[in-house]
């Protein structure tokens, strides 16, 4: 059944995003534009691993993709307060090391995984303050971990002023049990070498936490943004009960992250 959901919730996201895009295509607002597209970087405070108790410091780089027009062929994307947002979704979970934490002691050692896949969201702007906005990201991961993974959620939105951009929702993660398996699993060899401090476990697949997360975007100068967000989860289902998260870590997640970036509007056709 779980595996059944996440299939559903990731065909649903590859639904959402077609038909946004397909909506979108009626439209040509940016001219003779043909790409626009925002890059930059930043710095973010998370779990060690998940289920993690400590917080360490990463950096991680900010892509989104606004608008695309291949001339006579389709047109995605949405003004230049676009209304669709899409892009490439990816994320690195570190390794795990048991050495780093005593409660791990008798897990094996977990290299990195790599996550790879694209993300999209849809505005519906009620007036020039006030919005919301759907979203989701669906991601294949590789390395220490294979399967699907990915998250969705709404935001509401305010714009107090032009340039700042304010949005705050609930959000769902979610995973195929491969994913699940390798991060909250407790193998016998492994309980048995932890001296019995960490129980014998198999977690399914699905939806694996629930949370919030809040960001503020400000437009310091035309096309820079100083972007910051701020995210809590809480483990859910088979993930909330495995030692991994109920002995050696903790069932809540904290996130902090600021960055800085700029739009790029292109003319990549002459026609």
Request: glycine share 14%; charged share 20%.
């Amino acid at each position: 059944m779980r595996r059944q959901t996440a299939s559903a919730l990731a065909a649903s996201l590859l639904s959402l995003a077609v038909i946004v895009s397909a909506h979108a295509a009626e439209r040509r607002p940016y001219g003779d534009v043909d790409l626009v597209i925002e890059l930059g970087a930043g710095g973010k405070v998370e779990p060690r691993f998940l289920g993690s108790k400590d917080l360490l410091f990463s950096p991680y780089p900010i892509v989104s993709m606004s608008y695309f027009r291949l001339p006579g062929v389709f047109e995605l994307g949405g003004g230049p307060k676009t209304a669709l947002n899409f892009g490439p979704s990816f994320r690195i979970i570190g390794e795990r090391d048991p050495s780093d934490e005593p409660g791990l002691a008798g897990t094996r050692k977990l290299d990195a995984t790599y996550e790879l896949g694209v993300k999209a969201g849809y505005e519906f702007n009620f007036d020039p303050v006030y919005g919301a906005e759907v979203l989701g990201e669906i991601r294949g991961a590789f390395g220490e971990a294979s399967g699907v993974v990915g998250s969705f959620g709404a935001d509401a939105i305010v714009r107090p002023t032009k340039q700042v951009e304010l949005k705050i929702g609930p959000r769902a993660n979610f995973g195929s049990s491969g994913f699940t398996g390798t991060y909250f699993n407790v193998s016998e060899a492994e309980s048995i070498a932890s001296g019995g401090n960490l129980a014998a476990y198999d977690a399914g697949g699905g939806i694996y936490s629930v949370g919030l997360k809040a960001s503020a975007r400000y437009e310091f100068k035309p096309d820079w943004f100083l972007n910051a967000d701020a995210g809590y989860d809480r483990f859910v289902g088979d993930a909330k009960d495995s030692p991994i998260v109920a002995t050696a870590g903790s069932e809540n997640q904290f996130t902090v992250g600021l960055g800085i970036s700029k739009r790029f509007s292109v003319d990549l056709f002459r026609d």
